[in-house]
């Protein structure tokens, strides 16, 4: 869902007091547009915003710098009237049967910390967030109706406890232009009803070459890995069915019947696999591969490798030519991988390639990417994302 929070993505960017127009759009989430306002008190960052199109969203952060290298935070935000493109394919399968509309609303408040340790060498995040999603219904692919209101579809309330290192062999830790580095998360999310409990595992590296003058080559690896503590009032079909009460035989319309049934089988078995191996980072969309959407890809275990050759426009035109700022041209090529067998990762593999325009800030940036691939797929984004 952080995707969907345009608003408080595009923080970083923001580093003088006032109005912030703020745009995005990902595939399967839709676009937003809206405007933030920010403003500092010694100390203290206040920032709160708000977005409509197809989403509507609204939300504040406040960050509290204790010094240059510690750093306190907490924002919340809300959001409803989503409609989210979701299948519930495991692993690499094609899902062109069998995608499906979701709508849903929710909130969430979050409470973190960012600390650099050692001249930079090591930077360490820790944050606490509950978020809260009711379900609104389900359409078919083409928006018309699924008779599934009557289904218990459970609000998923989330409490996510994650820890974060990087470890950094960088020129300037927080602005790089060379050198790699190395990251690792552990995530516990607990507390969804109806779900299990488990553990994400997220680690890999980035890395960053230049040459000539204008120039330079990136390349990194993200890996995520799930670890569940299984829920035994849900890790069967018949639990699972009997807790949906999706009561799709009450339905007289044959069609609209066959639809509501083949949705609670489709969500009978995610919520099967989910609950007894889990769920890793999905792999698709504007931070993995490019020419699917958002949340593609799901799995229990997943891993995606990046190339990427950048042309520095800043220096080659002398346009946004600042010392921590920089506008990129990039050509790239993503390959993941996703299988609920660990051992079988590797065995198949989606690609995408394509080129994005990235107005880079520090370690973050705004994307504007265009990518086609695998499947005959493709896809565009334009939002906030990684510089590397």
């Known amino acids: ?25 990902y595939d399967g989430a839709g676009g937003a547009y809206g405007a933030a306002y920010q403003e500092q008190f010694g100390k203290n960052r206040v920032i709160v915003g708000a977005v409509t199109g197809d989403v509507l969203a609204y939300g504040g952060l406040l960050t509290h710098f204790m010094n240059k290298n510690i750093e306190f935070s907490l924002g919340a935000a809300s959001f409803r009237d989503v409609s989210l493109l979701t299948t519930y394919n495991r692993g690499l399968t094609d899902d062109e ?14 409470l973190g910390s960012k600390i650099w340790l050692f001249s930079d060498l090591i930077t360490t995040n820790l944050s606490v967030t ?19 209101d009557q289904a218990n579809l459970f609000d998923v309330e989330t409490t996510a406890i994650k820890l974060g290192f990087d470890l950094n ?10 050198g790699v580095g190395f990251n690792a998360a552990i995530t516990q999310l607990s507390g969804r009803t109806g779900q299990s409990d488990q553990l994400t595992l997220d680690y890999g590296f980035n890395s960053l070459y230049p040459f000539l003058k204008h120039f330079s080559f990136g390349f990194k690896g993200k890996y995520s890995d799930a670890i569940v503590d299984k829920n035994s009032k849900y890790d069967s079909e018949d639990e699972i069915r009997d807790a949906l009460d999706a009561k799709c035989s009450s339905v007289t319309d044959s069609l609209k019947r066959s639809k509501c049934e083949d949705l609670e089988n489709a969500l009978v078995a995610f ?62 090529y993503d390959q993941g991988y996703a299988s609920d067998n660990k051992l079988e990762l590797f065995d198949e593999s989606k690609f995408s390639n394509g080129a994005a325009i990235r107005l880079v800030k520090g370690r973050g940036s705004i994307n504007l990417q265009a990518a086609s691939g695998s499947d005959d797929s493709s896809s565009w984004s334009l939002g906030f994302g990684s510089a590397f």
Request: hydrophobic letters at 40%; a negative charge.
């Open 1 to 25: 869902m952080k995707k969907l929070l345009i608003l408080i993505s595009l923080v970083p960017f923001i580093t003088q007091a006032g109005i912030l127009p703020i745009a995005g759009r």
């Open 97 to 110: 049967d069998d995608q499906y509309i979701l709508k849903l609303q929710g909130q969430a408040v979050a």
């Open 130 to 148: 509950q978020s809260t999603i009711q379900f609104d219904g389900y359409q078919d692919d083409s928006g018309e109706d699924i008779e599934f």
């Open 169 to 178: 062999f960088y020129d300037n830790a927080r602005a790089p232009s060379q």
């Open 271 to 332: 919520i099967l696999e989910n609950n007894t191996v889990g769920s890793a980072s999905p792999l698709g969309g504007s931070a993995g591969l490019r020419s699917f959407r958002e949340q593609r890809f799901k799995a229990a275990h997943t891993a995606l490798y990046t190339a990427e050759i950048n042309t520095n426009l800043s220096t080659l035109f002398d346009v946004l030519n600042k010392k921590d700022t920089k506008l990129l041209f990039s050509i790239f």
